[in-house]
């Protein structure tokens, strides 16, 4: 079934709209798959279930209910499993297959690095620049993207403040004066629930969005055009967060260069000297005062 998700990967740009949708939610649901029929994926895309049954037999298909039998122990998620993670475990000490995950990761970290040059890179970077409070908030694997996201935003910018979602009812965000906020939602395949609602009341609320993401996310586009992405494969255990890593030092460096100047260096200046206060770092070399 791996040929399946390569083959709706590869093709997805010759698709028309409606088979797109379709494409991306086999990518983005395929533990769901098992669970669902033509006419249940249809209501959820706004589609006919007669324009999934084409689709599958496009695929090769007689019926969408022959291709989720054959995906039925298949599942989207972020650790590798099942014949997948025998492969892995066989080939541990493959030094051409880390090779080969190496080689990957890079050119997942260029298309970042290659994509941070165009208008909507440079209009994200606006965005958060040019707001005096930025709300940060990542679900699932990816809240520790966020933290460190937020983390490196406050050392260098006032009025940035990480979102835990503990309260359940995320008021703080969609109660306030909208006036002079944004917010960054952090979250890929497979997509939360939460994530995607929040972005959607966001929106709703006129509250300035941007959707750190992956590039088959169909959703995030319609609600915001400030959506950045970062791709995650390859052969180990778990999926690579290196992209998603770069991605981040660069939309911090650019956050610095469009604020910049005396004031980034004072603050950093600053937070030096309450962390050395609050916590101190090891120095090397006897303390003058501290005995033999």
């Not at 997942?108 to 040059?117: I, N």
């Amino acid at each position: 079934m791996a040929d399946l998700f390569t083959r709706l990967e590869a093709e997805n740009a010759t698709y028309t709209a409606a088979e797109r949708q379709i494409a991306l939610f086999l990518l983005s649901n395929r533990e769901l798959i098992p669970f669902e029929t033509a006419a249940s994926i249809a209501a959820r895309l706004g589609v006919s279930a007669v324009t999934v049954g084409r689709f599958c037999r496009m695929l090769g298909f007689r019926h969408f209910r022959e291709l989720k039998e054959q995906l039925r122990a298949s599942a989207n998620l972020p650790w590798l499993q099942g014949t997948d993670f025998q492969e892995f475990l066989s080939a541990f000490r493959d030094s051409d297959n880390r090779r080969k995950t190496l080689e990957r990761e890079i050119e997942l970290t260029v298309a970042v690095y290659e994509r941070s040059q165009n208008k909507v890179w440079q209009d994200a970077v606006g965005a958060i620049a040019r707001a005096a409070r930025v709300q940060v908030v990542g679900f699932q694997t990816e809240r520790g993207i966020a933290s460190l996201l937020a983390h490196n935003l406050q050392y260098v910018r006032p009025g940035v403040e990480l979102i835990d979602g503990a309260s359940g009812h995320f008021a703080d965000l969609l109660i306030d004066d909208v006036q002079g906020r944004c917010l960054i939602i952090v979250d890929i395949r497979r997509y939360s629930r939460q994530s995607r609602l929040l972005a959607e009341k966001a929106r709703d609320a006129g509250l300035p969005l941007v959707i750190l993401t992956d590039t088959l996310c169909d959703w995030a586009p319609r609600l915001t055009p400030h959506v950045l992405t970062a791709d995650s494969d390859g052969a180990l255990f778990w999926q690579s967060s290196v992209p998603m890593v770069a991605l981040i030092n660069l939309l911090v460096n650019d956050i610095v260069g469009q604020g910049g100047g005396r004031e980034v260096e004072q603050r950093l200046e600053r937070v030096g000297k309450l962390y050395d206060e609050f916590t101190g770092f090891v120095r090397s070399g006897r303390q003058r005062g501290n005995g033999p």
